[in-house]
């Protein structure tokens, strides 16, 4: 049974840094792409950043490219979202997800192996 448990966030001031980190259980993470995902209060999930299986292609939002950097380790069975000169806009609770991304010009999207989402971890960036 999938299992995904979502660590590292906190608060922090405008221009600092964060780790999150994504275990998996439940499946052989080296098989699926896996994606983080962030929900802001009143508004909708949104996909931050993606990774394939093999950790060679990633895809970013437009709004975290150059600050935030994807990365797996999948012997740890575990996803990284390195978080650079975070806003404020980047307040949300943060997830991760499995399954297969798919890409059309510069848009992505994750195929979910499942509906299920782990409890995230919550970012809030204020001064």
């Known amino acids: 049974q999938l299992q995904l448990v979502e660590s590292g966030g906190g608060l922090v001031h405008p221009g600092g840094s964060l780790r999150l980190s994504c275990v998996a259980s439940?499946?052989?993470?080296?098989?699926?792409?896996i994606a983080w995902f962030r929900q802001a209060p009143g508004k909708e999930r949104e996909g931050v950043a993606s990774?394939?299986?093999?950790?060679?292609?990633?895809n970013y939002a437009d709004s975290v490219k150059g600050r935030f950097t994807i990365s797996r380790d999948n012997a740890k069975n575990t996803v990284y979202l390195q978080m650079n000169s975070l806003k404020p806009e980047d307040t949300a609770i943060y997830y991760c997800?499995?399954?297969?991304?798919?890409?059309?010009?510069?848009?992505?999207?994750?195929?979910?192996?499942?509906?299920?989402w782990g409890q995230g971890t919550q970012v809030t960036v204020s001064s």
């Open positions: 997800n499995v399954g297969q991304v798919y890409t059309s010009g510069s848009s992505w999207w994750l195929l979910r192996e499942s509906d299920y």
């Open positions: 439940g499946l052989t993470l080296e098989q699926h792409d």
């Open positions: 990774v394939s299986s093999g950790g060679g292609s990633t």
